[in-house]
């Protein structure tokens, strides 16, 4: 080195000095380090990849992270695996069966809708047991009433009671009884296992035509859902082959009890001009 002359110290770069310091940037390099500890399968699963950029980087930074909670942490329940049934169950389940180890959320994608608009819902289980859940799930439309016209019997599975003030809960109109009465023999393919301290979420959806018909019009309502179910299951015997040894348990372990979300409440406004 000459004399007379310094040397310069040598500058350290941060890496938020390496781009222009913007919001969308900042939000990039995030999602980007959070997918990087996600499973493949679980990334690829209802287009969460297209879901996470999707979000709008130069929004409130709270709704942000809310966002990306819900698309990167939510799994949705028809999607969890069949129980194999037998003495294919955790152990855990014999301490489990709680009804209070169970919770049921009830969120709304928008609380006002427009007359002839559907109302958008997503139900939540949340498993606090120490062992897994076996839930029952059948494919069919959403139930808005919580016993069966006529007989009075317990309506299984996800139901929900519409309320408008002074006036009551609206009863729905059944026309299909398919899937409504309680089954005592469950096919496999109807349940799912949630496992422990894990948490799965429905989304339905309660179209126009239906809240009409139970006479939702322009008005403030309240909704809350019940998921119900009274028997254990049967298992099934299979003709011609006789068990070689004593089953470890006497029934299919769907979960047996009743849980309710908390009320939520929409508004349906006359539809624009």
Known sequence: MTKGTTKTPKKTLLWTQLEPKRPCFTWLVLTVFVLSFMPASVCTTSGLVSEVFS?????DITAGFDRVNRVLFRHECTNLPHPIGGNNRSILAQG??????IALDLSLENDTIRLGDPLKVNVTFRNRDIGPVILYLVDREPVLTDTYPGTGGVIPSIIFIITRAGVGPLTDQITDPTNLTQPIQFDYDDLYLLTSHSRCTETLTINGSK??????????Y???????????GTLPQIPGIIPTATPAYADQ???????SSES???TIVAPTP
Do not use: C, H, P, T
């Open 55 to 59: 979000i709008n980087l130069n929004s």
């Open 96 to 101: 489990g069966g709680k009804e209070d180890a």
């Open 211 to 220: 809240l009409g018909l139970i006479g939702a019009g322009v008005g403030e």
């Open 222 to 232: 309240r909704i809350q859902a019940f998921y119900r179910n009274d028997s254990a």
């Open 253 to 259: 372990g769907v979960w047996v009890g009743e849980i």
């Open 264 to 266: 939520r409440y929409f």
